[in-house]
């Protein structure tokens, strides 16, 4: 599986939108990113995932650059239950590995 | 989407002692699972992935005779933490691999393990 970057920590002031970055520079062809989202003390929580196109959901859309080697997770509109860590994760089998992942801290 | 139901949610036991623990796929049948444990502040660790009706294939670093794992129906894994020690103290989370839906994995909502 291709490591991912992602920063540390982010804030984000609520209803504004949340832009999370993710580098995969040596992801392979097949491979898809995705991402999920971790509530403290609780399991992981799918968000997107996606090969080459922007993807769109009813949580978040996902953008990732023409050559794939950078995704951006997009929530639209942040709220306070958004904060969390959020894990991009570069995979083409189920066997996922997590990074350390970006704390959002939303803010009132 | 699918559930995964873990159990217990809490445990706290003496050093020394077994725990296990449960995880269960409710609403379809799971060929493979897997077994993630996080320290505090931490990411999550893949320790073994679990197939249904065969050997558990461990992560390296990880004792199999540590942690045993069963995967013995469609439904239900569990890990049993063997001899536990304090160091053994931490978040355990399973998940499941469901061929055919948009998500790869779901997860249980894990299992404190505190050892006295």
Not at chain 2, 14 to 38: N, P
Not at chain 2, 93 to 99: A, F, G, H, M, T
Request: charged share 20%; with cysteine; net charge neutral.
């Amino acid at each position: 599986d291709a490591k991912t970057t992602q920063p540390t920590s982010m804030d984000c002031a609520e209803g504004r939108a949340a832009n999370l970055p993710c580098n995969h520079s040596t992801i392979s062809g097949n491979e898809y990113v995705y991402w999920y989202r971790q509530i403290h003390s609780q399991g992981p929580q799918y968000i997107i995932h996606g090969l080459k196109n922007n993807e769109t959901n009813e949580m978040a859309s996902l953008i990732i650059t023409e050559d794939r080697k950078s995704s951006t997770l997009i929530l639209p509109h942040a709220t306070l239950r958004d904060t969390a860590v959020y894990y991009c994760i570069s995979s083409n089998t189920d066997k996922l590995i997590f990074g350390t992942g970006t704390r959002l801290q939303v803010f009132p | 989407g699918a559930v995964v139901s873990q159990h217990p949610s809490r445990v706290i036991c003496k050093s020394g002692t077994s725990v296990k623990i449960e995880c269960r796929s409710l609403d379809f049948q799971a060929t493979t699972m897997f077994w993630y444990r996080q320290f505090p502040k931490k990411s999550l660790m893949l320790m073994a992935t679990s197939n249904e009706g065969s050997k558990a294939t461990y992560e390296q670093g990880v004792e199999k005779d540590k942690f045993l794992i069963n995967h013995a129906s469609l439904t239900l894994s569990t890990l049993t933490v063997t001899s536990a020690h304090p160091e053994d103290s931490s978040f355990y989370i399973c998940s499941v691999s469901v061929q055919g839906e948009e998500e790869k994995l779901f997860f249980g909502s894990g299992t404190q393990l505190s050892v006295l």
